[in-house]
């Protein structure tokens, strides 16, 4: 199938020829893990202007187009469902220049292409002495892929979406033209590419703000769910440079980590903290621990409190939903997911942490744009000024039988409770498509008409189309 992919000839699906074969696009998690079920084509773009001319190519036969970089979703919401549809691999357009910082400078800027990755930059800034500051991931996502989908780090004191750190992009929009777009928050434009889901065009080019290196200590605690649960949640988040917490329900027991700068001249010790590794020993272990857990209740709990430790490579895979909430709401939050654990307790089925470090709860600044997670001002009157409280909750799916989890049935349950009970919002690769479907009743009705108006300026024949933006009525 890679094969067939290498040797599709872009013309022919370009120019919307009959007969091109269909084949899936796989998330990060590869084959049995579609981001899109079907397409013509997966072209690996090697340069700015190569994405141009395919996009142009594509508009002048109105043929669907989508823009990818490492794949960082979980579920079939990335493309529209159109068989025709082509991706741009983005991750061949890597380059990164115009490093401007000077000396005794706080900050300064440079300039990166669509296909840059996270690890890509944070080496290339290291190594040139500089920083992107808190506006990191610790996926290997390309930077742009994250800017698009509004990725985002865990902080409440720090801007911590990475499109906070963004001067400006260059899109190419839906008529293979390049446009560059400013940071203004008084431009409708700049709200709308913020966090713009793929659907304004593909982006080629950000001048992103950089700062001088730093270093910091990394703590972790472990806490009882009480003194999380019915405690000060933002007082033990908002002071540090980035906080989240790891939730472990069967134990019920609360890992909280943070982070804060220590000078440079303190130690020499570096680190790069990778929560995702272990040995292929250790993930066979798991793998089959875990493949018996979709059955029994009693694995799941081994695991939660053996495992307690970071893993998740080596063929173990996942689904996951994340939400976002006022963090004015975080405690109400968390008492009803532990209420709705304990309900199923009392059916006999005990839910458990089934992740490579339990469920992550993560924190946002408040950053004003239109399809953010941390977005404020908005119509549901509820207080988003201190920021948001995510609750992404992952878990394993099995190599065994029909492949659905332990109590399967839970997991889109306890989605649908928070979405009906809470103001809260989706993020944009973490869901299903029923969960958008859903969520969409909580966004900003403005928001989305003025989001809309953009789109249909950068794309007035909808080539970039997807399930997210179908849903949300961009095609109405």
């Not at 340069?47 to 141009?52: H, N």
């Not at 669907?64 to 990335?78: F, I, Q």
Request: net charge negative; aromatic share 12%.
């Amino acid at each position: 199938m890679q094969a067939l992919r290498r040797v599709l000839n872009p013309i022919i699906a370009i120019a919307g020829v009959s007969g091109v074969l269909a084949i899936p696009y796989n998330t990060f998690d590869g084959d049995g893990f579609p981001a899109c079920h079907d397409v013509a084509l997966i072209h690996n773009a090697t340069s700015v202007d190569d994405i141009v001319d395919l996009v142009k190519k594509a508009a002048t036969n109105g043929t669907p187009v989508r823009a990818s970089g490492k794949g960082h979703m979980w579920y079939d919401t990335m493309c529209s469902d159109n068989p025709e549809t082509i991706i741009i691999r983005t991750e061949l357009v890597n380059g990164i220049s115009n490093l401007v910082l000077e000396e005794g400078a706080e900050s300064g800027s440079v300039d990166i292409e669509a296909g840059v990755t996270f690890l890509q930059l944070a080496e290339y800034l290291h190594n040139n002495n500089a920083s992107m500051g808190y506006t990191l991931v610790n996926w290997n996502i390309t930077m742009a892929g994250a800017v698009a989908m509004g990725g985002h780090r865990s902080s409440i004191r720090e801007d911590s979406m990475v499109t906070a750190g963004v001067l400006s992009l260059d899109i190419v929009n839906g008529n293979g033209e390049i446009v560059t777009v400013e940071r203004d928050n008084t431009n409708d434009d700049w709200l709308a590419a913020s966090t713009s889901l793929g659907l304004l065009g593909v982006i080629v080019r950000m001048k992103f703000k950089i700062y001088p290196d730093f270093k910091v200590f990394a703590q972790q605690e472990t806490l009882d769910e009480d003194d999380v649960l019915n405690g000060d949640i933002y007082g033990m988040i908002a002071p540090y440079a980035t906080a989240n917490f790891w939730w472990w329900p069967y134990t019920k027991k609360f890992h909280w980590r943070y982070y804060d700068i220590i000078p440079l001249t303190l130690s020499p010790q570096e680190g790069f903290q990778n929560t995702f590794s272990i040995t292929g020993a250790e993930a066979a272990i798991a793998v089959s621990t875990l493949d018996t857990g979709k059955y029994l209740a009693t694995s799941n709990m081994f695991f939660e409190t053996t495992a307690f430790k970071p893993e998740w490579e080596y063929g173990l895979h996942g689904y996951t939903m994340e939400l976002a909430f006022p963090v004015s709401m975080a405690n109400d939050m968390l008492k009803r997911v532990r209420q709705a654990f304990n309900d199923e307790a009392r059916k006999g089925l005990i839910m458990t942490a089934t992740y490579r470090s339990g469920i992550n709860i993560k924190f946002g600044r408040a950053y004003y744009d239109f399809l953010g997670q941390v977005t404020y001002n908005t119509s549901d009157g509820a207080d988003w000024s201190k920021g948001a409280i995510m609750l992404d909750f992952p878990s394993f799916k099995p190599t065994i039988g029909d492949g659905r989890r332990f109590n399967e049935d839970f997991y889109p349950r306890l989605a649908k409770t928070l979405i009906d009970e809470f103001p809260c919002r989706p993020h944009w690769t973490k869901n299903t498509r029923e969960v958008f479907g859903n969520a969409t009743k909580n966004l900003d009705p403005d928001h989305l008409a003025r989001f809309k108006v953009v789109r249909e300026k950068f794309d007035p024949q909808g080539i970039f189309k997807s399930i997210v933006g179908e849903t949300l009525g961009m095609y109405d």
